[in-house]
């Protein structure tokens, strides 16, 4: 199985940046898509951005221009590069991959989540 474990929340005025790490550790055959997405309280949970294996983005109308997802293969790592942030990116955001195991099953598996929290 494989675990991911974000890193890089915290507290920010707006217009200023943070930078989300997430790293994946474990067996498995392959790391497919990774994503991040938020929720915020009351809402229900959103894609943020997502990054394919080949590095192809995608991103949520509301962070384009602001947001950049990038990965690292070698170290199984997905980051989340967030500038110019509004108090409406408050939220707890998550990251996701899509795995392949050795069985050559696929799954999702999520991290715990990291606060993030701008301040106006």
């Known amino acids: 199985q494989v675990q991911l474990v974000e890193s890089g929340g915290g507290l920010v005025q707006a217009g200023g940046s943070l930078r989300l790490s997430c790293a994946a550790s474990?067996?498995?055959?392959?790391?497919?898509?990774m994503g991040w997405y938020r929720q915020a309280p009351g809402n229900q949970r959103e894609l943020v951005a997502t990054?394919?294996?080949?590095?192809?983005?995608n991103y949520a109308d509301s962070v384009k221009g602001r947001f950049t997802i990038s990965r690292d293969n070698a170290k199984n790592t997905v980051y989340l590069q967030m500038n110019s942030l509004k108090p409406e990116d408050t939220a707890v955001y998550y990251c996701?991959?899509?795995?392949?195991?050795?069985?050559?099953?696929?799954?999702?598996?999520w991290g715990q989540g990291t606060q993030v929290t701008v301040s106006s």
């Open positions: 996701d991959a899509l795995i392949t195991a050795i069985s050559r099953s696929s799954y999702h598996t």
């Open positions: 474990g067996t498995a055959f392959s790391i497919n898509a």
């Open positions: 990054i394919t294996s080949g590095g192809i983005t």
